[in-house]
């Protein structure tokens, strides 16, 4: 009995080794999926909730939507955010701050998405553009407000008159 | 028996080298010039093998493991062994503080050197054999054994108790994996009537090994192949080397060229075993002929032997590396285990079985001569 039991010990151990060659086998043949990163550039695909790095989008006038508020530099967790602003009068002689510098460093940001989902105005998102390695600490620091920016006068819609388009476009589909 | 042309044979140049020595200096001196020439020829075949098996090892094994292995030197990663081997040359050996120093020096020479005599008695190819010893197999089995103590010499020199354990564990699972060994290359022997390299190839005319003694030979081939990977610390048996276990066993203190050695001598193992396997078993250089198809033996001979000796071997590296990737690490006692309760009974019964057959007349050959004899 015992003897049987080995000579098929032997054959159940030759069994299943062949079923693990055969399992390597089909990985062996198998088209690899690795994608080889400097080539394949041009064909990348990079989520669009992919946070790489911070900008504020300027339009074609050379404005942005940042009215200096702060809200982003109270909300961000490690102080990585720094909002220089500076004070003018107005025609109304009321004191308005305006942005001087938005500075951001890359290099302690951790990508929370606080300050873009803090920021009342939307000024600031992240992009996809992940290649932003350098070779000099200080380059880390970017000012994301441009040169001779400034701030894009909101349009004269009032609350009230952006309710009534609003409630016009209910009652015409009522 | 007809002369076969074969245009890419080394004969032709080989006798041409022979006889401008001959022609030129005493014949004292011809032999030993020839004798260095081989030995310089043999070292670097032995070095540019190793440097396209550690290639092909990263390659197959990253096909293996769904990834793509090297692939930024060169082409398809293929610079890749060179600027290995030159990092392993200029790499800092560090000496260890209590170890005993010639010991810790001579371990990885014993297993170069028990790697390059083994080397030097492969059939290459036709008249491209170094060493023909009437005694062939006997004298390959012999000095691949002087392996061991390489390795044991490295255990215990390195003043380090893991390494001890390594080393311990290797020597257990080398010397009982060569018994098996052993007795699967005297059922060929008993096969083939003789130990030398030759003649057993030139059996193989027309009928390989494997198939000729049919069941004796494939369990043969099978145990021959379990217990060279066995015997070289390969495959699913490499637990002297564990690294999750022992840190690399008994060359975890050797750092440089020391560990190149052990690295070079583990791959080049491998490779005689294959071949060894190849030689005996399947034919070695000798291309596939059929007796009486005389065009069809004429087109096998075109492809030199060497190609058929290295394509053979090949097949059977690949599957040496299929092996070492598909199995989990056996356990030391697992791997004792299979050798002495298994292998080892399984081999005698297999020679005995061998030798009823060849006794009684039931190879191939003695049954059909027309066919497969000569």
Same mark, same amino acid.
């Given at each position: 009995?015992?003897?049987?039991?080995?000579?098929?010990?032997?054959?159940?151990?030759?069994?299943?080794?062949?079923?693990?060659?055969?399992?390597?086998?089909?990985?062996?043949?198998?088209?690899?999926?690795?994608?080889?990163?400097?080539?394949?550039?041009?064909?990348?695909?990079?989520?669009?909730?992919?946070?790489?790095?911070?900008?504020?989008?300027?339009?074609?006038?050379?404005?942005?939507?940042?009215?200096?508020?702060?809200?982003?530099?109270?909300?961000?967790?490690?102080?990585?955010?720094?909002?220089?602003?500076?004070?003018?009068?107005?025609?109304?002689?009321?004191?308005?701050?305006?942005?001087?510098?938005?500075?951001?460093?890359?290099?302690?940001?951790?990508?929370?998405?606080?300050?873009?989902?803090?920021?009342?105005?939307?000024?600031?998102?992240?992009?996809?553009?992940?290649?932003?390695?350098?070779?000099?600490?200080?380059?880390?620091?970017?000012?994301?407000?441009?040169?001779?920016?400034?701030?894009?006068?909101?349009?004269?819609?009032?609350?009230?008159?952006?309710?009534?388009?609003?409630?016009?476009?209910?009652?015409?589909?009522? | 028996?007809?002369?076969?042309?074969?245009?890419?044979?080394?004969?032709? &140049? #080989? %006798?041409?080298?022979?006889?401008?020595?001959? *022609?030129? /200096?005493?014949? =004292? $001196?011809?032999?030993?010039? @020839?004798?260095?020439?081989?030995?310089?020829?043999?070292?670097?075949?032995?070095?540019?093998?190793?440097?396209?098996?550690?290639?092909?090892?990263?390659?197959?094994?990253?096909?293996?493991?769904?990834?793509?292995?090297?692939?930024?030197?060169?082409?398809?990663?293929?610079?890749?062994?060179?600027?290995?081997?030159?990092?392993?040359?200029?790499?800092?050996?560090?000496?260890?503080?209590?170890?005993?120093?010639?010991?810790?020096?001579?371990?990885?020479?014993?297993?170069?050197?028990?790697?390059?005599?083994?080397?030097?008695?492969?059939?290459?190819?036709?008249?491209?054999?170094?060493?023909?010893?009437?005694?062939?197999?006997?004298? &390959? #089995? %012999?000095?691949?054994?002087?392996?061991?103590? *390489?390795? /044991?010499?490295? =255990? $215990?020199?390195?003043?380090? @108790?893991?390494?001890?354990?390594?080393?311990?564990?290797?020597?257990?699972?080398?010397?009982?994996?060569?018994?098996?060994?052993?007795?699967?290359?005297?059922?060929?022997?008993?096969?083939?009537?003789?130990?030398?390299?030759?003649?057993?190839?030139?059996?193989?005319?027309?009928?390989?090994?494997?198939?000729?003694?049919?069941?004796?030979?494939?369990?043969?081939?099978?145990?021959?192949?379990?217990?060279?990977?066995?015997?070289?610390?390969?495959?699913?048996?490499?637990?002297?080397?564990?690294?999750?276990?022992?840190?690399?066993?008994?060359?975890?203190?050797?750092?440089?060229?020391?560990?190149?050695?052990?690295?070079?001598?583990?791959? #080049?193992?491998?490779?005689?075993?294959?071949?060894?396997?190849?030689?005996?078993?399947?034919?070695?250089?000798?291309?596939?002929?059929?007796?009486?198809?005389?065009?069809?033996?004429?087109?096998?001979?075109?492809?030199?032997?060497?190609?058929?000796?290295?394509?053979?071997?090949?097949?059977?590296?690949?599957?040496?590396?299929?092996?070492?990737?598909?199995?989990?690490?056996?356990?030391?006692?697992?791997?004792?285990?299979?050798?002495?309760?298994?292998?080892?009974?399984?081999?005698?019964?297999?020679?005995?079985?061998?030798?009823?057959?060849?006794?009684?007349?039931?190879?191939?050959?003695?049954?059909?001569?027309?066919?497969?004899?000569?």
């Amino acid at each position: 009995m015992k003897f049987i039991k080995y000579i098929g010990g032997i054959f159940t151990a030759l069994r299943s080794l062949a079923g693990g060659m055969i399992v390597t086998w089909k990985e062996l043949l198998t088209p690899k999926v690795t994608m080889e990163y400097p080539e394949n550039r041009k064909t990348l695909v990079i989520s669009d909730r992919w946070r790489s790095e911070l900008i504020m989008p300027h339009d074609e006038n050379n404005e942005h939507a940042c009215t200096a508020c702060g809200i982003c530099m109270m909300n961000c967790p490690n102080g990585t955010i720094q909002v220089i602003s500076s004070s003018i009068e107005t025609e109304d002689g009321k004191k308005k701050k305006i942005l001087d510098k938005h500075l951001w460093n890359y290099g302690s940001c951790t990508f929370c998405n606080l300050c873009v989902i803090s920021c009342p105005s939307n000024a600031i998102v992240f992009n996809n553009d992940f290649e932003g390695a350098v070779f000099d600490k200080s380059k880390l620091l970017h000012r994301l407000n441009h040169e001779g920016s400034k701030l894009r006068d909101k349009k004269k819609e009032s609350p009230a008159t952006a309710t009534d388009a609003i409630a016009k476009k209910e009652n015409k589909e009522a | 028996m007809l002369i076969y042309s074969q245009p890419l044979e080394l004969t032709k &140049l #080989l %006798a041409a080298v022979d006889s401008f020595l001959q *022609g030129n /200096l005493t014949p =004292g $001196w011809a032999v030993l010039v @020839k004798g260095i020439l081989v030995g310089i020829l043999i070292l670097v075949v032995y070095a540019l093998i190793a440097l396209a098996l550690i290639y092909i090892e990263r390659k197959v094994a990253a096909f293996f493991q769904a990834r793509l292995g090297p692939n930024r030197l060169g082409k398809y990663g293929v610079i890749q062994s060179l600027a290995d081997m030159i990092k392993i040359l200029i790499k800092e050996i560090i000496h260890i503080n209590k170890a005993d120093k010639l010991l810790f020096f001579v371990a990885p020479l014993f297993v170069i050197v028990a790697s390059v005599l083994a080397f030097g008695a492969l059939p290459f190819g036709m008249n491209l054999h170094a060493l023909d010893f009437n005694i062939g197999v006997f004298y &390959l #089995l %012999a000095v691949s054994s002087l392996g061991i103590i *390489g390795i /044991l010499l490295a =255990g $215990w020199s390195s003043n380090n @108790k893991y390494s001890m354990i390594g080393a311990m564990r290797s020597g257990a699972q080398f010397i009982s994996y060569e018994l098996s060994a052993g007795f699967s290359l005297m059922t060929i022997v008993v096969l083939s009537g003789s130990m030398q390299f030759s003649e057993i190839i030139e059996g193989q005319r027309y009928c390989w090994n494997l198939f000729n003694g049919h069941l004796p030979a494939i369990i043969a081939f099978v145990i021959y192949l379990i217990s060279g990977h066995a015997e070289t610390n390969r495959g699913p048996f490499d637990l002297p080397e564990a690294e999750s276990e022992l840190t690399a066993g008994y060359h975890t203190e050797y750092s440089g060229l020391q560990f190149g050695f052990f690295y070079l001598s583990e791959y #080049l193992n491998m490779f005689i075993v294959a071949a060894v396997a190849t030689t005996v078993f399947l034919g070695g250089w000798m291309p596939v002929q059929i007796n009486g198809w005389e065009s069809f033996n004429q087109a096998m001979w075109y492809i030199p032997s060497w190609a058929w000796f290295f394509g053979k071997a090949g097949l059977m590296m690949f599957l040496s590396l299929w092996v070492r990737w598909s199995f989990p690490r056996l356990r030391i006692d697992l791997l004792l285990n299979l050798e002495w309760k298994y292998l080892l009974p399984i081999n005698l019964v297999n020679l005995l079985v061998m030798v009823v057959v060849v006794l009684s007349g039931f190879t191939l050959t003695d049954l059909f001569p027309a066919l497969f004899g000569k």
